[in-house]
């Protein structure tokens, strides 16, 4: 075994002995006689969801595992995504910018980081047609993400000297404040393409037709399905829920993330037959399918 | 080991989690409800991350004397002037914080949200032009929803509202419960590629 | 007709704002009384505080701010007319910073000027805690723990209607008010499904459809959607609130924007007959 492995393991054996002794620890001090001791392992209720969990987690190892064996995996067109191009060729042509709202939840949220993934991958494209990028964002932890994901791209592209920290800008972590100022950038700047990639609120709808009054061209997307009919009636193109998290893996072409798309599809025909089979199942009157599915 | 450690980290931390869910032992509740304490203490201090990129970003403007300095500057004192009066004088009812909360802070959200009725209104005039058959369906249901979930719809018709539920609870919660799925599926998806290292983007390294 | 139609299709969007403005402010001024009834979610909420037992501990997080007030906070007040009236015991807090002082007010109106409850003894105000979901699993472990004082500063363990108060088992019911994230979504997914908590919801009319996939499988035992929600509880709760009277302020409003929709349509057709 090489030194490097060697400190690897070693590392994650400190963390997991450490962890057990204050799993223990931790039970012992446990005093509250409000809140009984429980012993268990593994809550037998929740077996369900680990199973399908299981599914799904094999699902997507397995295609990841065919894609780097070199199988070609066949992503259908996502309209939305092929237009970020499009929007960063058409600012490129009118000598614009190109304004990226990566959303107003912080780096919890897994819209969140899909957006960061998404900008490496526009900044990047960006960087070949050196025109401005402005990030503004919500939520200051996301700053040095978004940062560095930006920087990530401009490298990528051997464009690092055209990187401009300070168009990625902490504005406020306030909703109201946060849309009133990223309008004003929209309606004083005037960006050629306004992308709107990640979790959105009420604000969705001001910052989309404030985007839309200055002409620009608009690519959004979220999975906050009660944000979908705003954009949809405010931008050129809307990705819709998963579409959102398709885009790592459909502009980046990378198999391994192809894979992975793959193996969530699979699940999702798992799921759709089973919820066809419960669904004939429940109509003829058995019930046992429909509760295997019950969460407690 | 720049490139592992937080690697290391992002998948241990990853799948204790996921594990949190599944264990109800209680001294891993009691660790897992230490780290969200850490967590929450984390997050608070990421704000003095974000009050750093306001101020550093807006003194070089109004170093530099760039286009609208002078608002700048305005940012700047409003700034330091409510985390000074926060700090000093406390944020409890009757403070001057709270004052200026009530006074100024509350009536321009308020105002940012009643846009919300404007823009809907040009947002809906200019989008649902019955172009194609999806867009009728579009169109027509969104004036049916629109009119059916207000007193007007059942003066009209006095099973509108009946109508409308109907709408929102079978074909536009089929719709929604599909995109939720899906979406689901998506995040899962995505989360196993961060917390094993696939997806390495979101922390600028390849 | 043509001219009429291409000035339609042209239509500068402040015009649009001016009748949607008339169309809010006329109704306000002088109401129009429209009669509506009250739907299934709205008295599904109503009757599971209903049904708490009179003298029993209620969970009351208020997560929105001053943006969302108009159809949030006729909801709030109305819902602890209805947890007061019952004698129930209100254990308020917000996971929204700018939320304490919306329930202070609430409180104060309701609580301490039409009920004259004893702050304290029939109802506290634990204030604001940063952490969203987190909070919300770390009071499923000890609500005084993540709360250690409420909103004035006051220590939880001194506070009479907190005793015997540890976690989500020592309350009967959970009431959210919910103005987008962290909110009902996370209440359900959190706390609900974790801790087998009744829970009923009031949110904003953007967010009920999302909400309702919640309501229909039981996970939220009532749901208040919007203004119209609002406005219908108040209905049932016997009290002329904000609610009812921005119904006919609703009301005249979507009209207005249907008659626009219709109109941008035979603007559109009529010039599209006339190209081809």
Known sequence: ?296 | MRKEVPLIITFLAGFFFIADYFIPHTGFSNIAADVNGWAIIVLAFSYILGVGNVLRINAQRIAKKEKDWVLKVILVLCLFFMLGIGIFGGIAEGSIFDWFFVNTYTPMQATMFALLAFFIASAAFRAFRVRTTQAALLAITAVLVMIGRVPIGETIWKSFPDFTEWIMGVPQLAGKRAILIGAALGAISTGLKVITGLERTYMGQD | MRKFFEFINKLDRRVIFIFVALAIIIPLLRPLNIKFTVTEPVQGFYDAIEKVPQGSKVLFSCDYEPGSRPELFPMTVAALEQMLRRNLKVIALSLWPAGPPIVEEALSDVAEKQFKSKYGVDYVNLGFKEGREVVMVSMGSSIPTTFPQDFRGTKVSEIPIMQGVSNFSDVKLIVNISGGYPGTKEWVQQVQARYNIGLVSGCTAVSAPEYYPYYQSGQLRGLLGGMKGAAEYEMLVGRTGLGRKGMDAQSMAHLIIFLFIVLGNLAYFSLKKKKT
């Open chain 1, 1 to 296: 075994m090489n030194k490097r492995k060697f400190c690897l393991v070693a590392v994650i054996a400190l963390i997991a002995l450490n962890f057990f002794a204050l799993v223990l620890s931790a039970q012992e001090a446990s005093t509250s006689p409000a809140t009984p001791s429980d012993s268990r392992w593994f809550d037998t209720n929740r077996f369900n969801v680990f199973i399908t969990l299981a599914i799904v987690f094999g699902a997507i190892l397995w295609f990841i595992g065919r894609a780097k064996k070199g199988k070609s995996l066949f992503v259908r067109r996502i309209a939305g995504l092929d237009a970020i191009e499009e929007a960063v060729g058409r600012a490129t042509e009118m000598g614009k910018s190109v304004l990226y709202i990566p959303g107003i939840h912080d780096m919890n949220d897994i819209q969140t980081v899909a957006s960061m993934i998404i900008l490496g991958n526009v900044a990047k494209t960006i960087a070949r047609y050196d025109i401005p990028l402005i990030v503004p964002i919500r939520m200051p932890f996301v700053v040095p993400v978004a940062e560095e994901a930006v920087r990530q791209g401009y490298s990528s592209a051997g464009r690092l000297d055209a990187f401009v920290k300070d168009n990625i800008r902490f504005i406020s972590d306030e909703q109201f404040a946060y849309a009133a100022a990223v309008s004003g950038i929209m309606l004083r700047e005037r960006p050629a393409a306004n992308l709107l990639l990640g979790s959105f609120y009420a604000e969705s709808l001001l910052l989309a037709e404030t985007g839309a009054s200055t002409g620009a061209i608009q690519v959004a997307g979220t999975a906050n399905i009660h944000q979908l009919p705003f954009f949809i009636v405010a931008c050129d193109y809307t990705l819709i829920g998963e579409e959102l998290f398709a885009a790592s893996a459909y502009l980046s072409r990378e198999p391994k993330l192809l894979g992975s798309l793959k193996g969530s599809d699979l699940a999702k025909a798992v799921i759709v037959l089973a919820i066809i089979l419960g669904t004939i199942l429940e109509t003829a009157g058995v019930k046992w399918f429909t509760k295997l599915f019950i969460v407690q």
